[in-house]
């Protein structure tokens, strides 16, 4: 046990600063129906960093990181200018293009390296258990900062969120709301896939929200459904990937996917007692 806390406290420690955030944020994106726009926003990161990588810098290096959240930011603005009053075409199918392009993108960029499919791999699944004091600092203040800004401008987010018809209505800046929010949740996944990987980040993003859904209503008790849903899969996966040498972030993710498994099933046998009660 003293081995296993030894090994996987800074992992954990960072899969709980992922949690923190990613739940709160897959509230809004469950909310928008804009389920893939973290896989896209992490597939254009992965991009940016790839470029820099073909320009000859490293993958850890400065230059590789701004390259990245330059990109992203190019997929923020996209984002905010695709949400219209009127849509002819659903938000969701242009998220859906840009993932697809980007990842095109990535491999005809990376066909060029002889790298290419390791860099590959291991933006899918990253490497959480190499993640340092320095790294998981430097992330804890950045989401910190953006749960700030995020706090600050609750009630835009919220109702562009949850009621983006009443915020055209109203006369809001969806567009410039849209904007900042895509940027900051931009800025987060950019830096969780650096230490986490694509699959991880998306699914600490949709899975506890997903299971809080089916358990609660109202938003802090879906907030704490979710971090609860995050803690209990990261602690199963990263013992199961400890003791049975399996990779961690492939771990906790089929964990969380196991436990929404089980909430579902609880949630269907609820409902089935519920109706029978009635006859």
């Known amino acids: 046990m003293h081995e296993f806390l030894h090994v996987m406290m800074l992992p954990f420690l960072a899969c709980l600063v992922l949690v923190a955030s990613h739940a709160y944020l897959g509230f809004h994106v469950i909310e928008r129906q804009v389920i893939f726009v973290d896989l896209a926003l992490a597939q254009i990161a992965v991009l940016g960093a790839s ?14 990181y701004w390259t990245s959240l330059a990109f992203t930011m190019g997929g923020a603005v996209i984002f905010s200018l695709t949400r219209l009053k009127e ?24 066909s060029r390296s002889g790298e290419g499919d390791e860099h590959i791999k291991q933006a899918l699944v990253g490497n959480i258990l190499l993640v340092g004091k320095p790294e998981l600092m430097r992330i804890t203040i950045i989401y910190a ?13 919220f109702m562009i969120s949850r009621e983006p018809k009443a915020a055209f209505a109203q006369g809001v800046n969806v567009r410039w709301w849209d904007f900042l929010f895509y940027l900051t949740f931009g800025v987060v996944v950019t830096n969780s896939v650096r230490i986490a990987g694509v699959l991880l980040v998306f699914s600490y993003l949709v899975v506890p929200s997903v299971c809080a859904m089916f358990m609660v209503n109202g938003l802090k008790s879906r907030l704490l459904v979710g971090w609860a849903i995050g ?8 013992a199961f990937s400890y003791y049975l040498d399996f990779p961690t972030g492939a771990s906790v993710v089929c964990m969380l996917g196991l436990l929404l498994i089980v909430v ?7 409902g089935l007692a519920y109706r029978t009660s009635r006859f």
């Open 264 to 270: 579902a099933i609880i949630k269907r046998l609820n």
């Open 145 to 157: 900062i953006l749960g700030l800004i995020h706090f600050l401008c609750r009630k835009p987010f």
């Open 231 to 238: 803690l209990c899969a990261s602690v199963l996966g990263m």
């Open 51 to 64: 470029v820099a990588m073909i320009a000859g810098h490293d993958l850890n290096s400065p230059q590789a």
């Open 87 to 110: 849509e002819r075409v659903p938000q969701e199918a242009m998220i859906g293009i840009t993932y697809v392009v980007s990842a095109a993108l990535l491999i005809l960029l990376l």
